[in-house]
């Protein structure tokens, strides 16, 4: 052979500062992903927070008068929420207590069952939507009451920066307030479960011990769950997100372990 040609074709010596250099940039775009992964959760972490206070803000009017609307829009504004997403916020909350929460039940694949909450001014866009994405994962829109039996409808009150010094206190003035359950979930952060018509006193309860709620919701717990294969939960998930990204769609709950 030519000496070129056998140059050419001879095994290539990766050398530890060649391999260096060549891993350098997957490294660095590694880095780069995990860094704007965290960010993009960070972001969504502020963004959810301040959806839930506005709404819960919203119950005392949407005024200028109102000092918590104020104080969250002032909030959202420190954060650097964007004003397109507060005004859609504002605007879905006040559909909400204007009549346009729907509930939608459906099951999807190995039989787990699902609970949609959604706020919407068109139900005929808004249901054909969903049968369409739990079509799309071989599962259902089902009727109403196919499922619901299998969920219990409760209260939940969410707290954040609890001291860890206060976090007994806090526990104790809960279960004292008529809180059915109460649920560390890290990092200062709780959430009280009781009957949706004691939200109101609980709260109250709880914030004359000195903590101040966070927000507050109606939702739908499952009684019980269902163990799950990797593989079915990977298909499960991808039902919940294309669900989650219907516009209408405000929660998803199920019954999947």
């Not at 919203?58 to 959202?76: C, I, M, R």
């Not at 369409?132 to 969410?158: C, E, Y």
């Not at 966070?214 to 019980?224: A, F, G, K």
Request: charged share 25%; hydrophobic share 40%; glycine share 8%.
């Amino acid at each position: 052979l030519a000496p070129q040609l056998a140059k050419a074709l001879a095994p290539r010596l990766i050398t530890p500062a060649v391999f260096q250099r060549s891993m350098a940039g997957h490294s660095k775009w590694h880095n780069i992903r995990h860094k704007k992964g965290i960010e993009d959760a960070k972001k969504t972490k502020i963004m959810s927070m301040i959806g839930k206070q506005l709404k819960a803000a919203l119950e005392f009017g949407n005024s200028p008068t109102n000092s918590h609307l104020q104080n969250v829009l002032l909030k959202a504004k420190e954060l650097n929420v964007s004003k397109e997403f507060i005004d859609r916020s504002i605007a879905r909350a006040l559909s909400a207590k204007s009549g346009g929460l729907t509930r939608y039940e459906g099951t999807g694949p190995c039989g787990i069952s699902f609970m949609i909450t959604c706020i919407t001014d068109n139900k005929a866009r808004t249901a054909p939507n969903l049968r369409h994405v739990f079509t799309k994962h071989g599962g259902h829109l089902s009727t109403t009451n196919s499922v619901a039996f299998r969920f219990n409808k409760v209260g939940q009150i969410d707290y954040s920066g609890i001291d860890a010094s206060k976090q007994e206190a806090f526990t104790d003035a809960a279960i004292t307030a008529g809180a059915d359950d109460v649920t560390d979930n890290g990092e200062g952060s709780f959430t009280l479960t009781c009957a949706p018509d004691q939200i109101a006193s609980v709260r109250t309860a709880v914030k004359e011990g000195g903590f101040e709620a966070e927000s507050h919701d109606i939702v739908y717990l499952p009684t019980s769950t269902v163990e799950l294969a990797e593989e079915d939960r990977e298909r499960i998930l991808a039902l919940i997100n294309d669900l989650e990204a219907i516009e209408d769609v405000e929660d998803v709950t199920h019954d999947a372990a």
